[in-house]
């Protein structure tokens, strides 16, 4: 999809989107439960139909009435299919659901984008061959066989959540008990406290002391109905515009949140300072939107930005491509990326998202400056279908062509 934006100024007050993040870990809690769950205010992006498409293939049952999942779960029964799991693009779904299928014993084969394969997956290789669990990846997918034991398991800390998130939700089910341990440095540290509370909401119990979490086997997922937080990552893109002139009220956030990217309110703050400096290490998702917001304002220089290579795209490559467009230079290096200070213009070529959510909106809220064309548009389905609506609520004019 190729959208064009009009320069204009976004007012209002709106509703944050539901956490995505939350909104994972809450489904599979349900979906590995013994009974059944209502998880509101569900939003169907790209990815959450991934967790769920892999939870009924599982053994999961959910029907859907209007923002809510009804989900009749697999009981602790094995994890097991004949049919390819498919992760589309989402990062989460494949690193939560591997040691997940690997508690059945069976062989599973796990399909998606071919850049989600390019994302490192060698925390679950490393485990799966000291094992002897079968772990075979290529471009196309992933295929693994065998059963996960229960273990001392030492993972490092400064590597993707996910992978710890993954063993959380995994090692209960086992028959014997478990202890992961998290080397220091732990990054992303919040997403990990988000795992530990949705794991305590469907009753599985987890002692942690420090960085070593103690997990008892033979635990079953109980039922519960619950709801889903407004979102942190997302809602940055509409507080984005009280940057850039608007005044919008961001509504529906729970201001005692564990999400990490609720830090993003104190970051806004930095970057109307002159030469700000920001460690975005525990906030890679942030990485867009204060970069390109950078460029609006004074320039910055962010550290901890190595991160953004494995996303979606190479977030601070296709960010420096992207802003020279708009006449900003930006300098990327292995750990750090200075924006440098300059007057945005608009944009005489059409501006890629790159197939990636986060650029989409970094760009829209840029165009809301200058105006401009972005191709690719359509990669906001991933984790904020209704980007583009929501926006023109705002008052911002976008013109779309399928």
Do not use: W
């Not at 998606?112 to 485990?127: H, N, Q, T």
């Not at 204060?290 to 977030?315: N, V, Y």
């Amino acid at each position: 999809m190729r959208v064009t934006i009009t320069p204009g100024k976004a007012k209002g007050s709106i509703l944050a989107p539901p956490s995505k993040s939350m909104a994972h870990r809450l489904l599979m809690g349900a979906g590995l439960s013994d009974g059944t769950s209502v998880v509101d205010n569900i939003d169907l992006s790209e990815d959450i139909k991934a967790t769920l498409g892999i939870l009924e293939a599982l053994g999961g049952q959910y029907t859907m009435e209007d923002r809510k999942v009804i989900m009749k779960g697999t009981g602790g029964k094995k994890l097991q299919t004949k049919q390819a799991l498919d992760s589309k693009e989402s990062g989460s779904t494949l690193r939560f659901f591997i040691p997940l299928v690997l508690t059945g014993g069976g062989a599973t084969e796990f399909i998606g984008a071919k850049r989600l394969f390019e994302r490192p997956l060698g925390i679950y290789e490393d485990i799966c061959k000291e094992q002897g669990i079968v772990f075979e990846k290529d471009e196309m997918g992933l295929k693994v066989e065998g059963q996960l034991k229960a273990a001392h398991y030492k993972v490092p800390g400064n590597i993707s959540s996910q992978f710890i998130t993954g063993l959380l939700y995994a090692l209960p089910l086992l028959e014997e008990d478990s202890v992961l341990e998290v080397l220091p440095p732990i990054e992303s540290k919040a997403y990990i406290d988000m795992t530990l509370e949705a794991l305590d909401t469907f009753g599985i119990e987890i002692r942690q002391e420090g960085h070593v979490f103690y997990i008892k086997g033979n635990q079953v997922y109980q039922a519960k109905n619950v709801a889903v937080e407004g979102d942190y990552s997302n809602a940055a893109f509409l507080d984005a515009f009280n940057l850039i002139g608007g005044d919008v009220n961001v509504n529906g956030l729970r201001e005692d949140s564990l999400q990490g990217d609720q830090v993003y309110q104190k970051y806004y703050e930095v970057l109307k300072e002159d030469n700000p400096v920001m460690d975005i290490a525990e906030c890679p998702d942030l990485g867009p939107i204060l970069i390109g917001l950078a460029a609006a304002l004074h320039g910055a220089r962010f550290t901890g930005t190595k991160r953004l290579q494995i996303k979606e795209s190479d977030r601070g490559a296709v960010m420096a491509e992207e802003l020279k467009k708009f006449g900003i230079q930006v300098d990327v290096m292995e750990n750090e990326i200075v924006v440098h200070s300059g007057n945005l213009q608009k944009p005489q070529e059409a501006l890629s998202s790159h197939n990636d959510h986060r650029i989409a909106m970094t760009m829209a809220t840029l165009c809301a400056i200058t105006g401009g064309v972005i191709e690719g548009a359509e990669s906001v389905k991933k984790s904020f279908p209704n980007y583009f609506e929501m926006i023109e609520t705002l008052g911002i004019h976008v013109t779309r062509e399928v």
